[in-house]
């Protein structure tokens, strides 16, 4: 009806690049610098703080609700273990998060 599912395909026309006039470098005081890239997670301690204990809790909660069954006396099967196992993991990026082994490389004032 009403689709554009339905229309005819038009070919895009896309533009002709530039071409310089001569490839010549550009001076060092000319030349552009990057930008710093700007940093994945917050930096501040606050966010690092909640948002690494929050890892380290739910990597807990997942950890201990797999081991639940197994205090119980169950054997344990591959479904717990692997649960376990990511469980851990989690865990282990919320202290990853809390050491910030990345931002202590070099200190910004």
């Known amino acids: 009806m009403g689709s554009s599912l339905f229309r005819p395909l038009q ?17 060092a005081s000319e ?43 169950y054997a344990p099967g591959p479904g ?3 649960q376990m196992v990511i469980g851990i993991s989690i865990a282990c990026w919320g202290i990853v998060i809390l050491a910030d082994p990345k931002g202590k490389a070099y200190r910004v004032v």
């Open 80 to 82: 717990p273990i692997a």
């Open 11 to 27: 070919p895009k026309k896309f533009d002709e690049p530039p071409v310089a006039a001569s490839p010549v470098p550009p001076d």
């Open 31 to 73: 030349a552009p610098t990057t930008p710093e890239q700007a940093p994945l997670f917050k930096n501040c301690w606050s966010c690092r703080v909640l948002s690494g204990s929050g890892l380290i809790g739910a990597g807990l909660y997942v950890y201990l609700v797999a081991r639940k069954p197994m205090k119980l006396g």
